[in-house]
């Protein structure tokens, strides 16, 4: 059984997002992208099903572009046996970059494909569903829980207030993964450094992306300000509010 | 003339908050154009289209009762292409991610995702996005048809709350492939605390770092006699049980007070804790989203703060 994982770079939220002259895109120069977390949950995820038994090779995928390499490489350290970087005109959103990945899945082969669940700036949609349409499988999204036996995966999918929907899905497959079992895996430099030596990345052709989108940014902002929080600036001004409201 | 398809969702034999949220919406833009409202209810919820006096009609799909992605997907897809709607509006949920996707890919219909706005806009419609995590406002135009994934919390349920007697259509779907096959819901585990009955929650965020210090917090908690909740990734992590989730996948919650200690606010958290009377947020990124709904913040350390807090409560 083999299992592909997408993975995809999305700006650090926790560091400040610009706007660029545009005033349709973030500021490039400004951001730092790192891998999209639940893209990691969906590699921890796949790679747990290869410990198990359950799957016998995982495979981590990335449209070429700043620092993919490493992320690539940091995927081997954590334990998929293989990296595949596609190349190509860059997909200029989630439809063209799911179609990216449609094709090169479609090359590799594949019985699973596990994508992260969403990421922030995906504008016109979610990867996983949008490749499984391209691909012809079945799909589920929001899933935080998969077991695969003859054929079939059965996966848990998340609703609201803690309710799961349980279903059994036939492969090959695209799931969208929220949560593994586990926190993901930590990859020591030291081992990123060593696997950078001695494996290799496999490039491949992304194809043709498709008509994409269908719709465009029209203008990008940060909220209005204002009608948000009085800012207190001592905790002393913290304790009056909280025994104004009969907290303290 | 905007003529708009209102995908609704239940479970558990019951509407959904988003639904409504949707329906009020749709009549509000398709009174404002002279267009239509209809809404598409699956499997015996189509016996409680009383419930659905927002839309001029109801499309009925025999799909059964329990949620199928495949299934629900493929009925959607005949619906609309049957129809073909200006307007399609499907919840940012679980069950929205796995229908509006398939569906805009499938006919070409542009999707635009975590819409907290939509205007209908010169033949087309203006959507404002809340993306980066609700950092950033995106304005996204189109001319044509569009499925908006409408994120929770952002319209008022009761503005589409409305009882009445639309006409009633059953579409002739396509069945789905079979590949997915539902087996069985599954209830949350008893919880040591019920948070939604809390009147106080002190709620740690990712902003904690440790699992060793989420004990801080609940010196705080105990301190104001409060509950103590969580955001996600701390559930993810494994440092507290999923009863203390807040947010889309978890509980919602309305405290009297919520104090957010080291939570970014992302959509899928505050959708959880919005309806709160009192909110305050202790956060050292002054950008964060969560100060846009609190009521009051801090741009300070967690760790400082609450330590002189509990020195003050001593
Ligand atoms: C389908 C789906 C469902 C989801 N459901 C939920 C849900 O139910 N609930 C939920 O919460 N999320 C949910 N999420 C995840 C959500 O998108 C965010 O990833 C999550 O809410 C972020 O949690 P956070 O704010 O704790 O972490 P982060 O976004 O990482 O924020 C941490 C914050 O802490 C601040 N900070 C760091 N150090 C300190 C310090 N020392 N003192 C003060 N502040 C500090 C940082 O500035 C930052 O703002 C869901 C996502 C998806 C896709």
């Known amino acids: 059984m083999k299992i592909v994982v997408p993975l995809k770079q999305v700006p650090d939220l926790v560091e400040d997002l610009e706007v660029d002259a545009t005033g349709k895109a973030l500021d490039a120069e400004e951001v730092k992208l790192k891998l999209n977390e639940f893209d990691d949950q969906a590699l921890e995820e796949a790679l747990l099903l290869k410990e198990s038994g359950a799957a016998d090779e995982v495979v981590a995928m990335a449209f ?15 334990g998929a046996n293989k990296a595949i970087k596609l190349n190509g005109s860059s997909p200029t959103d989630i439809h063209q970059l799911a179609k990216a990945f449609a094709n090169a899945v479609a090359t590799e082969g594949f019985d699973l494909v596990m994508a992260g669940v969403q990421s922030a700036d995906g504008r016109d949609g979610h990867l996983g569903p949008i490749m499984a349409e391209y691909l012809s499988v079945p799909c589920i999204s929001v899933v935080a829980g998969v077991s695969v036996s003859g054929g079939q995966a059965t996966v848990q999918k ?3 207030g803690g309710m799961l929907g349980e279903f059994e899905v036939d492969l090959p497959a695209v799931l969208g993964i929220q949560a593994a079992a586990q926190a993901p895996r930590y990859a020591p430099v030291s081992k990123v450094r060593q696997i950078q030596q001695t494996e290799t990345i496999q490039e491949m052709d992304a194809g043709d992306l498709g008509a994409g989108a269908g719709s465009a940014i029209s203008s990008m902002a940060a909220p209005e300000k204002g009608l948000g929080a009085k800012m207190l600036d001592d905790v002393e001004a913290l304790m009056a509010v909280l025994k104004d409201k009969g907290v303290a | 003339m905007a003529n708009i398809l209102v995908v609704t969702e239940h479970l558990k034999g019951e509407f959904q908050d988003i639904t409504f949220e949707m329906l009020g919406k749709a009549k509000e833009i398709a009174q404002s154009t002279g267009g239509s409202c209809s809404a598409m209810v699956f499997g015996s919820m189509s016996g409680q289209t009383d419930q659905m006096g927002a839309a001029d009609t109801v499309i009925t799909a025999e799909v059964g009762d329990d949620y199928n992605p495949e299934a629900y997907a493929a009925a959607v897809k005949s619906v609309v292409s049957a129809n073909s709607p200006d307007l399609i509006m499907i919840g940012s949920t679980s069950m929205g991610i796995d229908i509006a996707n398939p569906v805009s890919t499938a006919l070409d219909i542009p999707t635009v995702s975590f819409c907290a706005d939509i205007v209908a806009a010169g033949g087309g419609f203006t959507c404002t996005s809340q993306m980066y995590g609700g950092k950033m406002n995106v304005v996204s135009s189109v001319d044509g048809a569009l499925i908006s994934m409408v994120l929770a919390g952002s319209f008022n349920a009761d503005t589409g709350r409305v009882s009445g007697s639309p006409a ?13 096959r539902f087996k069985q819901l599954i209830e949350p585990e008893a919880a040591d605390v019920d948070i939604t009955q809390s009147d106080i929650l002190v709620a740690v965020g990712r902003g904690i770092g440790s699992k060793d210090d989420i004990e801080v917090a609940e010196e705080l908690a105990e301190a104001l006699e409060a509950d103590i909740a969580c955001s996600r990734p701390i559930v993810d992590a494994g440092w507290m049980s999923k009863s ?15 104090i957010a200690l080291g939570i970014s606010g992302a959509p899928e958290h505050i959708e959880g804790m919005k309806a709160t009377s009192t909110i305050i947020a202790i956060n050292t990124d002054k950008n964060a989203p969560i100060f846009d709904v609190a009521h009051y913040g801090m741009t300070e350390d967690l760790f400082d703060v609450v330590e002189e807090l509990l020195e003050e409560l001593d």
């Not at chain 2, 009633?168 to 997915?180: F, I, L, Q, R």
């Open chain 1, 64 to 78: 070429d572009g700043e620092d993919v390499d490493k992320m690539l490489f940091t995927a081997i350290a954590k």
């Open chain 1, 158 to 160: 998340e609703y609201s």
């Open chain 2, 168 to 180: 009633v259509e059953a579409s002739a779907v396509e069945a789905g492939a079979g590949k997915v």
């Open chain 2, 244 to 258: 203390h989730q807040v947010g889309k996948s978890g509980m919602k919650v309305k405290p009297k007070v919520y």
